[in-house]
């Protein structure tokens, strides 16, 4: 098991740095500059800001000038927000994305699963065909959507929650329900989709022959292999919502890493970009190799070292 993750990080390695050096490539070429501001700059000082920030000469140069200060630990200085470090930005906006996205990762597992389970229990009742529009529903309403219509209902209509802001337990759930919605709808899809497969299986029907109780049935025996999908599909899944999403943090004035990486493109503030990018990308390694391994741990018939 441990040379499989070794030779799953060591594989990741390339890609990783393929991402991030394309990260660049993308913000450097893209029009406008981030040392634009409402006054123009003459080239001399823009010139001098550039091979200040390690921005001058050719972009293959840059590429290799920023890859190399990645290695050694450097994520750069923020173009647009003066004097501080991408680093210390990230370790001061990734907490608040991380409890966001922990709270929504929650709530798409602990109520996807029940209501897909419960789905599977009744299918083909009225039941299970409500609870698979309310599913898909869920899954056709972009994010963009929800969350403005959501302050638009609970916030200035019905006054039960606050619009915006950060800090308090209230300001928390109306953001984290906006990111949990679309996935719990994917989290209870995929559940009754893998319970009815197992229940059709032949130790399903062996074991109802002998008279084990339906409850039971779907909890001790088929729900187990019946998640194995879900659980290969939560790796993406955590490093996307934990990473917080992009629109949520915007509409709530939430000021995590998809907010500070928002203010970044738009102000082609390429360290700050690529640094987003590149906890992205770990945490999308990190979740992947976990899944990998409880996938293992639920089905004994799976060999990582395969």
């Known amino acids: 098991m441990l040379l499989f993750f070794i030779r799953r990080f060591l594989s990741s390695i390339p890609v990783l740095f393929s991402v991030l050096i394309l990260c660049f490539l993308l913000v450097r070429i893209a029009p406008g500059s981030p040392f634009a501001s409402e006054r123009a700059l003459d080239p001399a000082t823009q010139s001098l800001l550039e091979k200040k920030y390690g921005l001058s000469g050719s972009l293959p140069n840059q590429v290799l000038r920023y890859t190399g200060n990645v290695i050694q630990g450097d994520l750069g200085e923020s173009l647009k927000f003066r004097g501080r470090t991408v680093t210390e930005i990230i370790a001061q906006s990734l907490p608040r994305s991380l409890l966001l996205g922990s709270i929504s990762f929650t709530l798409a597992l602990g109520l996807g699963i029940p209501l897909g389970a419960w789905s599977a229990g009744r299918s083909g009742q009225a039941t299970d065909t409500v609870l698979n529009t309310l599913a898909l529903l869920t899954l056709s309403i972009p994010t963009f959507v929800l969350a403005p219509l959501s302050v638009l209902l ?153």
């Open 154 to 306: 609970f916030a200035f209509s019905l006054h039960l929650l606050p619009p915006a802001g950060w800090g308090s337990l209230n300001q928390l759930l109306l953001p984290s329900l906006c990111l949990a919605i679309p996935f719990i709808g994917s989290c209870a899809r995929l559940t009754r989709s893998g319970l009815l497969q197992t229940l059709r299986s032949d130790f399903i029907r062996t074991a109802r022959s002998k008279g084990v109780a339906e409850s039971k049935l779907v909890l001790l025996h088929a729900l187990r292999p019946a998640i194995l999908p879900l659980v290969a599909y939560a790796g993406p899944l955590a490093a996307n919502i934990l990473t917080g999403s992009l629109v949520v943090e915007e509409v709530f004035a939430i000021p995590g890493i998809g907010q500070f990486f928002v203010n970044g493109v738009m102000n082609r503030d390429v360290f700050l970009v690529s640094g987003a990018v590149l906890v992205y990308c770990l945490l999308l390694l990190f979740f992947n190799l976990l899944a990998d391994w409880l996938t293992a741990l639920l089905d004994p018939r799976i060999r990582l070292s395969s």
